[in-house]
Each structure stands twice: as structure tokens, then as C-alpha cells.
């Protein structure tokens, strides 16, 4: 099955720095690679997504890139501020569509 | 809006007892998701349905059962709860199942087994 890999774990930054978070995924068929954000007592919530046969995709001060022969993606924030600090998951969502396989999530901490 | 609720925030249960987690629906979803989050292990699927009385095991649905008699309510039933069983619950719905789509969450229950 799908295995995802997700780094760092912890990643602490300033406030207004750039904070980037790396996902890799086994399954060659994987063709849809979401990420999610967690706040303190909520569930996980949409943020961006990107399908396979597109390498970038931008929304505001958050990116996300794919490269398809490496099987990597990753999230890209921009101008970090205090209410980024929240639990990150990627995930990869494969042939068998509806089942994705989730990242064991990175905790990100904005520093005023 | 896409809404999830789940029957409960915080459960306290004592071992050996059956356990009931409820979820709920309202935007009409085909797929509905049982996941269990522990620190550092990420989301872990345990049980999903694509359909009214359908169920696919997940990837650790040792211990958990569940069911759908209702397309918007999804189920999870802990039949013997065990100590090991204390986490947080999260239930997800999303769209039909050959499209990829978003998973949409609930707020989660945090059960405690004692």
C-alpha cells in the first residue's frame, strides 16, 4: 500500500520567515496530494491540494510543489505569522480513490 | 458549508465497556472515514464506507466495528474497549469515490479508557 513520509516533525520559525514542509509518497499511482491543517481542538481542514499533472500551485502566501519522478511534494509558507502555528499533514490519495494514506504530520510554531 | 459533527467531544469509558461514536453529516457525501491521531502517528484510518450499509476496513480496524444504516451517520463501536484504545477520534466525509476530493472533518471525540 501507499506509504507517506513526512519532515520535519517539529519546525520552529520567526514570525514573517518562510516555513517549508516535505512530503515523499511510494505509490507511483498516487495521482492527488492534498495538505491539511490542524488548530488546537479542531479537525484537520483543507488548505491546498494538487493533482499530478500539475508541478505547482499557489494560493496567497501558501504553495505547494510536486515532483513526480522523485515522489516528493511539499508546502511552502510564506511571511509566517502567529496564527500559522498549527499541525501540517500531507497526504496522498491513490488509484484506489477515497482512501488516502496521511503524513504523521509536522507541528509548526510561529515565534512572535 | 460542509458540516461534521461528531456526538462527542471528550468520552470517559472504563474497560470492557461498549463504546458508541457517532458521526454525522449534512452535506449529502457517499464516503464517510473513521481515523484514530495519536502523537507522532499521524492519522490512521480505521474503517471507511463509500455507501449506505458498505464498510472497508482500514489499516488497523482490529478491536473497532462499524456501521452505516443511514447515508448521512457513520458508526465507529468499540465492541470491548481496552486501554489502548484511548485517543482521539476523528470522523471525515468527502464526495463520491472515484473523484478526488477533500475530506471534510469533525471536530474529533477524545476517549478516554480507564
Known amino acids: 500500500g501507499e506509504n507517506v513520509e513526512q519532515h520535519p516533525s517539529t519546525l520552529s520559525v520567526q514570525e514573517g520567515d518562510s516555513a517549508v514542509i516535505k512530503c515523499t509518497y511510494s505509490?507511483?499511482?498516487?495521482?492527488?496530494f492534498p495538505w491539511y491543517k490542524q488548530e488546537l481542538g479542531k479537525g484537520p481542514q483543507l488548505i491546498i491540494d494538487?493533482?499530478?499533472?500539475?508541478g505547482e500551485k499557489k494560493d496567497q502566501r501558501i504553495a505547494v510543489t510536486l515532483n513526480k519522478t522523485a515522489k516528493h511534494f511539499s508546502l511552502h509558507i510564506t511571511e509566517t505569522q502567529p496564527e500559522d502555528s498549527a499541525v501540517y499533514f500531507c497526504?496522498?490519495?491513490?488509484?484506489?480513490?477515497?482512501?488516502?494514506?496521511f503524513g504523521d504530520g509536522t507541528t509548526l510554531t510561529v515565534k512572535p | 458549508d460542509v458540516k461534521v459533527t461528531q456526538s462527542s467531544r471528550y468520552l470517559v469509558k472504563r474497560t470492557g465497556e461498549k463504546v458508541f461514536l457517532e458521526c454525522v453529516q449534512d452535506?449529502?457525501?457517499?464516503?464517510m472515514f473513521w481515523y484514530r491521531q495519536d502523537p507522532g502517528l499521524g492519522l490512521r484510518l480505521i474503517y471507511f464506507?463509500?455507501?449506505?450499509?458498505?464498510?472497508e476496513k482500514g489499516d488497523i480496524p482490529e478491536g473497532y466495528s462499524v456501521s452505516r444504516e443511514k447515508k448521512e451517520r457513520f458508526s465507529l463501536i468499540l465492541e470491548s474497549a481496552s486501554t489502548n484504545q484511548t485517543s482521539m477520534y476523528l470522523c471525515?466525509?468527502?464526495?463520491?469515490?472515484?473523484?478526488?476530493?477533500?475530506?471534510?472533518f469533525g471536530p474529533g471525540t477524545r476517549l478516554t479508557v480507564l
Open positions: 471525515a466525509s468527502s464526495p463520491y469515490l472515484r473523484a478526488y476530493n477533500e475530506q471534510f
Open positions: 505509490d507511483s499511482a498516487s495521482n492527488y
Open positions: 494538487i493533482r499530478s499533472n500539475v
Open positions: 497526504a496522498a490519495l491513490g488509484a484506489n480513490a477515497g482512501k488516502s494514506t
Open positions: 452535506m449529502d457525501h457517499e464516503n
Open positions: 464506507s463509500y455507501d449506505v450499509k458498505m464498510k
